[in-house]
């Protein structure tokens, strides 16, 4: 692979031929703030909190979009990158509102981190604001549109990889709004809630219904598992406070989907609390279920199997498998079947 070889903040580093100045940084642990670049998404621009300083550039151009060079000497925090920084969040401020006290984004919200960071404590901008009504109409996420900053993450997501295009921009100038077609709420679109837009969202304008008012951020205890509604094995973090699971969260190093999850993943964990859930084995005693121990259902299952097979033979019985169980899981079933059963009368609920 070929090298480029260029000065960040007084030090050479190399980074990959194509690479930008971002990815450069980050290659070799410089954090450069950002808030519209994803590794997951194509690269945009817009925020341009990631402005640096290239020498012999009068620009300060963004790091995510603008290529390293060979020779190159850049400033990731010089006077003026900093101030073009704090100058960003002091326009976005303008027109965001400040109640970060209450907002259960917070200690997750880049743009809160950013101000805290670059000292912005209030805009000096005042105008006309945007009030926009709150999208609660679906039962997984609340859609806070006066919280939004344009970043795009959520449209490139919804496209690049849910592959919807349920979002795209409505408007232009201050009238200007990330939307669905024909602006209408998330339960009248095409949204088919896989939480994505959610998952790559910096700020509260879009959040999980499920976890509002349940905990703030750095409360949250962070349980990486994985998916039990199909085989395909994807991984994500339980959100738990005081041991109790209050949502899921997905977590770009997932070996398996990255931050992809379907609507099931991220949304269908409640059926852990569900007050008609088995907890316990059920076994009919003269004509009535009785809760059992796990010992004694085991026990009676391997007793009525070994006596039908003993009774009937091995083809008498059939293994039916689920697509909710993990592949290992099925392959026991398989093997359970194969092995001690004597038959190969073993199906999945997926193959159709």
Not at 123 to 147: L, T
Not at 305 to 313: C, H, M, P, Q, R
């Amino acid at each position: 692979m070929e090298l480029v070889k260029l000065m960040i903040n007084g030090k050479e580093v190399e980074a990959p031929r194509g690479s930008t100045i971002l990815q450069a940084a980050e290659l070799n642990g410089i954090e450069i703030p950002t808030l519209c670049y994803l590794k997951d998404l194509s690269p945009m621009g817009s925020c341009r909190m990631c402005v640096v300083e290239v020498k012999g550039n009068r620009l300060l151009p963004a790091s995510c979009v603008t290529p390293a060079a060979p020779g190159m000497e850049v400033e990731t925090e010089s006077p003026a990158v900093i101030n073009a920084r704090r100058t960003i969040l002091e326009l976005l401020m303008a027109n965001h509102p400040h109640d970060c006290l209450t907002c259960d984004k917070l200690g997750d919200c880049k743009l809160a981190d950013y101000c805290y960071k670059y000292g912005v404590k209030e805009s000096p901008f005042v105008g006309e604001q945007h009030h926009y009504a709150i999208d609660d109409s679906n039962p997984f996420i609340n859609r806070d549109m006066n919280k939004c900053i344009q970043c795009g993450a959520c449209v490139r997501a919804c496209e690049e990889m849910t592959g919807q295009d349920n979002l795209s921009y409505l408007n232009r100038g201050f009238h200007r709004k990330v939307t669905t077609c024909g602006d209408v709420d998330y339960m009248n679109s095409d949204c088919v809630f896989c939480g994505q837009c959610v998952a790559v969202c910096p700020t509260g304008a879009l959040t999980e219904k499920s976890m509002a008012g349940q905990a703030r951020r750095w409360e949250i205890e962070r349980v990486r598992t994985t998916c039990p509604f199909c085989g395909t094995g994807c991984n994500f973090d339980l959100a738990v406070k005081d041991k109790k699971v209050i949502g899921v969260l997905s977590s770009p190093d997932a070996t398996v989907n990255g931050r992809s999850l379907c609507v099931k993943g991220r949304f269908g964990w409640d059926f852990i609390y569900n007050e008609k859930r088995l907890t316990s084995p059920l076994i009919k005693k003269n004509g009535k279920f009785e809760e059992s121990s796990w010992d004694e259902a085991y026990d009676l299952i391997a007793k009525r199997l070994n006596e039908i097979k003993d009774k009937y033979g091995s083809e008498s019985f059939a293994a039916l498998s689920s697509a909710r169980c993990t592949n290992e899981e099925n392959y026991l079933v398989s093997k359970f079947t194969r092995a001690y059963m004597g038959n190969n009368n073993v199906d999945h609920c997926a193959r159709t």
